[in-house]
Nanobody, 127 residues
Framework: QVQLAESGGGFVQAGDSLRLSCVAS????????TGWFRQFPGKEREFIGA????????LIADSVKGRFTISRNAASNTMYLQMNSLTPEDTAVYYC????????????????????WGQGTQVTVSS
């Protein structure tokens, strides 16, 4: 069982940067994939990026590539989403998620493969 808790959301100006954190309680294995999604009002969750916990594979969505990066600190069981050059179009609720796997596999962008989710953190970007 894994519980996830995001933090770091808030209200920022266009062009600002923000770093979201997601602390996991419970064990994340090297074969697991950890991801970030966001949800706009009235829309389904959108994949942002994910990485294998082992750190040897990652994927970033084209829509945020070059502005957003993902990372993790295995020692503290924490994953991060660094967001730069934010625009009002980035306003959404941001979620972290974990896909548990018994063996390494590809990064999947569909939300239904992820087993554990954080509660979400709101990011609002004003123009």
């Amino acid at each position: 069982q894994v519980q996830l808790a995001e933090s770091g959301g808030g209200f920022v100006q266009a062009g600002d940067s923000l770093r979201l954190s997601c602390v996991a309680s419970g064990t994340i294995y090297n074969t697991d994939n950890t991801g970030w999604f966001r949800q706009f009002p009235g829309k389904e969750r959108e994949f942002i990026g994910a990485m294998r916990w082992r750190g040897d594979r990652s994927l970033i969505a084209d829509s945020v590539k070059g502005r957003f990066t993902i990372s993790r600190n295995a020692a503290s069981n924490t994953m991060y989403l660094q967001m730069n050059s934010l625009t009002p179009e980035d306003t959404a609720v941001y979620y972290c998620a974990v896909e548990t796997r018994t063996r390494p596999g590809p990064i999947v962008t569909r939300e239904d493969v992820y087993h554990y989710w954080g509660q979400g953190t709101q990011v609002t970007v004003s123009s």
